[in-house]
């Protein structure tokens, strides 16, 4: 999950952090926020990706968000 607005970490460092990880991944943008997400709707996105995450985990499948 990356926030839209981040000035402070560019998307595509977060994205070569993300290819180094094992098993499957995905990406989800934070709309409308920056790097300390708080603003809607992109709190809400994080809220809600992380509530994919743990639901995937605790059925014992990849977490994929987004």
């Known amino acids: 999950m990356h926030p839209e607005l981040d000035q402070w970490t560019p998307k595509a ?3 070569r952090t993300l290819r180094t990880l094992p098993g499957r991944t995905g990406t989800r943008v934070l709309r409308c926020c920056g790097h ?3 603003e809607e709707p992109g709190l ?3 809220l809600d990706g ?3 995450v743990l639901t995937d985990a605790a059925s014992g499948q ?3 968000p987004g």
Do not use: I, N
């Open 13 to 15: 460092l977060s994205e």
């Open 36 to 38: 300390f997400p708080l």
């Open 44 to 46: 809400q996105d994080l």
């Open 50 to 52: 992380l509530e994919e």
């Open 62 to 64: 990849d977490a994929t």
